[in-house]
């Protein structure tokens, strides 16, 4: 079993629309988890950062976590053509040693907003 | 801010040949930075840590002769592929960590190496 579980779709949705986005996790070690946007040949860029449990919010998009579950969700408002992109989760644990502590990555989901 | 540049963005070069790839902080200092690649439509493949002024930690399966990687200063890392062959053509990314916000990392715009 990965130690990441991220269904990598693709996902299409009408522009508009609520996204939801997952990931799963199996170390419940991990504290810090991220979402990250990329478009085609670029970097990756991140977008929200969330400490242990809770909810984020930030403009159209919100970040959960649910700990208990080993879950953690992205969701993207009044979804825009723009917002097409592949959308990696990324986490990580606090006793991950020093500096080299990595991070976890998800295999992303591919998203099309359609106008 | 947390701004980090990649160069060159991409490259093409002969088999058997050297090139060095450059990743760069420009609004912080970077005391980690990480090294990746990624393949079409896969996600990323973490390929060595780096700190500043030590040798980098490789992960499992990557060649640390192959790969090259220096971090002489807080700014600056650079990605060796030396005597490249096709196989290594893929999309090169590093990102840095600013030491300040737990764990995030800020990435480069990558660099696409084709190797002929």
């Known amino acids: 079993q990965k130690e990441v579980e991220q269904d990598p779709g693709p996902l299409s949705v009408p522009e508009g629309a609520i996204v939801s986005l997952n990931c799963t996790y199996s170390?419940?070690?991990?504290?810090?988890f991220m979402w990250y946007r990329q478009y085609s040949r670029k970097g990756p860029e991140l977008l929200m950062y969330?400490?242990s449990s809770g909810n984020k919010e930030d403009g159209r998009f919100t970040a959960q976590v649910d700990k208990s579950s080993k879950y953690i969700s992205l969701f993207i408002r009044d979804s825009q053509p723009s917002d097409s992109a592949t959308y990696l989760c990324a986490m990580s644990s606090y006793y991950n040693a020093g500096n080299n502590r990595k991070l976890i990555w998800g295999l992303g989901t591919s998203l099309a907003v359609n106008p | 801010g947390a701004v980090v540049s990649q160069h060159p963005s991409w490259v093409i070069c002969k088999s058997g040949t050297s090139v060095k790839i450059e990743c760069r902080s420009l609004d912080f200092q970077a005391t980690t930075m990480f090294w990746y690649r990624q393949f079409p439509k896969q996600s990323l493949m973490l390929m060595a840590t780096s700190n500043e002024g030590s040798k980098a930690t490789y992960e499992q399966g990557v060649e640390k002769d192959k790969f090259l990687i220096n971090h002489a200063s807080l700014t600056l890392s650079t990605l060796t592929v030396t005597s490249a062959h096709p196989e290594d053509s893929s999309f090169y990314i590093c990102s840095a960590r600013d030491g300040t916000s737990r764990d995030t990392q800020y990435f480069g715009p990558g660099t696409r190496l084709t190797v002929l």
């Open positions: 969330t400490y």
């Open positions: 170390n419940s070690a991990f504290q810090y």
